[in-house]
């Protein structure tokens, strides 16, 4: 049996938001996946009542405390030893449940992550990354979004790594093609960094090196699986392309491929180089948000993503 962890408490609409989007996630989920809620029971069952759904649908870690979003992250995490966030990374450390998701504090994600799950040895350092619609009906992966946002030449060269791993894994793409984004396309163009970390990519072996890429070719997707920044470019690209698509909401737009760049779609963003899959989703995820980061959660946990790092790295 495969157990999904989610944060009942975590989001600005919890815990409404988050059971109705464990609701909507069970006709899709294996049939041997179960989703663990965590947090306060009563108000857990109370909800599920609401909606007139069966409890014996889920299992309910009962939790006293939630880490606020204006709560200090680190603080937090361990005064509030009782809050949904701090409980659900006990149980994925204890392997009682198979991956933890929360539309919580991105901050004390980041602590639990960090500090419970922790980075796989020989990994200099973790990433987040972001699944991104293509015009050609697929889509590719970026990393970092923002964990790291001043990273080395080496730490771009595992970015590669990782992000190639996960697209074999869980994007289930035999070879894919990776990228480094840089301000053109020939390899003496970028800052210092970037052009170091070619250099490294150019030589390596470990995965499908395409070369540079230009931010106006990424979202063809006729190029590259794998993009590669750092965490202040991708934050910045990511933010972006949610931006345009509120844009082209609010003008009436209604097209196939914009609707895609919704970050409910997308659900949340999975933390890689970690020991354990957790995956952070906004704060203000809706139900479908919830329902899609509970899906990522359980794809990326069914891809054998940790496990196949585990063997890259060591």
């Known amino acids: 049996m495969l157990k999904i962890g989610i944060d009942a408490m975590g989001g600005d609409y919890a815990p409404e938001a988050v059971i109705k989007g464990a609701l909507l996630a069970l006709p899709e989920l294996a049939r041997d996946s179960v989703v663990v809620l ?11 009542a609401q909606e007139n759904a069966d409890v014996s649908n889920f299992r309910i870690v ?7 979003m204006g709560d200090h992250p680190a603080h937090a995490f361990v005064k509030k030893s009782d809050s949904s966030i701090s409980v659900g990374f006990r149980h994925l450390q204890e392997n009682l449940i198979d991956g933890f998701a929360s539309a919580g504090s991105t901050g004390a994600m980041m602590v639990g992550s960090m500090q419970i799950a922790k980075q796989i040895e020989g990994i200099i350092r973790p990433a987040i990354s972001a699944n991104i619609a293509t015009l050609n009906g697929k889509s590719f992966l970026l990393l970092d979004v923002g964990l790291n946002v001043d990273t080395k030449p080496d730490v771009l060269y595992q970015y590669a790594v990782i992000g190639n791993a996960y697209a074999q894994t869980v994007m289930k793409i035999r070879e894919p093609r990776v990228a480094l984004l840089s301000i053109g396309e020939e390899k003496e163009k970028g800052n210092i960094a970037t052009r170091a970390a070619y250099e490294l990519m150019d030589e390596g072996k470990a995965f499908n090196f395409v070369g540079n890429i230009e931010s106006k070719q990424i979202f063809t997707g006729e190029q590259a699986d794998v993009v590669v920044c750092d965490g202040f470019v991708g934050n910045v690209i990511l933010k972006e392309a949610e931006g345009f698509y509120e844009i082209a909401k609010a003008q009436g737009v209604k097209n196939e491929y914009i609707d895609k760049l919704n970050y409910e779609i997308v659900g949340g963003t999975p933390v890689l180089g970690i020991n354990h899959v957790v995956v952070v989703g906004h704060g203000c995820s809706s139900p479908l948000a919830i329902k899609n980061m509970i899906l990522q959660t359980e794809k990326t946990i069914r891809g054998g993503l940790v496990e196949k790092l585990r063997e890259i790295f060591n």
Do not use: Y
Request: without cysteine; aromatic residues 6%; proline residues 0%.
């Open 62 to 68: 009962h939790t006293t405390e939630v880490i606020e």
């Open 38 to 48: 965590f947090g306060d029971e009563k108000a857990i069952r109370d909800t599920l």
